[in-house]
């Protein structure tokens, strides 16, 4: 499983990489957003973390433009479903966490300027991923919760990355020329547990579920990425 001898991706022409030995890549990402702009990615890849962050700069205020967020949630779950048998679900735990095979195996983070508000258009944007890509421990059995790419057998995280970026691409095209709930759409249909009757949508960021006989439930998206239940402070919790 190729780690840290990945050293170089291939991406579309709009992305400009960095690659990191050591450190955070949200962080970096956040650092290098004002400068470097749309389509930096910088991506770490070792012997027990999977990470990317990205640089999106919005022409929506904030309010909208934070639907970016399901636009790299779907395109992470696309691409590691482009890279594993058909059987084996990639699920969401909404907002945020990435389920493998009902296991959890990563999830995506969401960074705003902080001094944007809701009316303002933001100068940047930056969207965060990390999986588990080895549980270096002698008794993995102890962790039934989670799994990690190298147990599940992909054989490329590095192909998986480059899938993610291709597939950002394609869902913001979309977005431009479909709405974004052609984007939703795709986020929607892979939340776990599915929901047997009723309907689900995002509505303002928010996830609504409504039953057959009118009844509605708002799960809040701010609330959820604040909480990022599937990290701690060392990374994808095991």
């Known amino acids: 499983m190729p780690t840290a001898e990945a050293t170089r991706l291939f991406l579309p022409p709009p992305f400009s990489q960095h ?5 955070c890549v949200l962080k970096e990402a956040v650092r290098r957003a004002p400068e470097d702009g749309a389509g930096t990615l910088v991506w ?26 399901f636009v790299g949630m779907a395109a992470l779950a696309d691409a590691l479903a482009a890279h594993c048998p058909p059987e084996r679900g990639v699920r969401f735990a909404f907002p945020d966490g990435i389920l493998y095979d009902g296991a959890r195996l990563g999830g995506g983070r ?10 303002e258009v933001p100068e940047w944007l930056v969207f965060g991923a990390e999986l588990i890509a080895a549980r ?44 974004v709930t052609a984007v939703t759409e795709r986020y929607l249909a892979r939340i776990d547990p599915p929901m047997l009757s009723g309907t689900r949508s995002i509505e303002g960021g928010n996830l609504v579920e409504r039953t057959p006989s009118g009844a509605e439930r708002r799960i809040g998206l701010a609330e959820g990425l604040a909480a990022c239940r599937w990290r701690d402070a060392t990374g994808p919790r095991l």
């Open 110 to 119: 969401f960074v705003t300027p902080p001094a944007c508000a809701e009316n």
């Open 44 to 69: 770490r890849l070792d012997d027990s973390i999977w990470s990317a962050a990205v640089v999106f700069e919005p022409e929506q205020p904030l309010a909208e433009a934070r639907m970016a967020f």
């Open 19 to 23: 690659r990191l030995d050591e450190g």
């Open 136 to 179: 270096n421990m002698p008794d993995p059995g102890r962790f039934p919760e989670s799994t990690s790419l190298k147990e599940e057998e992909f054989e490329s995280p590095q192909a998986v990355l480059e899938s993610f970026a291709s597939y950002l691409m394609l869902y913001f095209d979309r977005w431009t020329h479909n709405g």
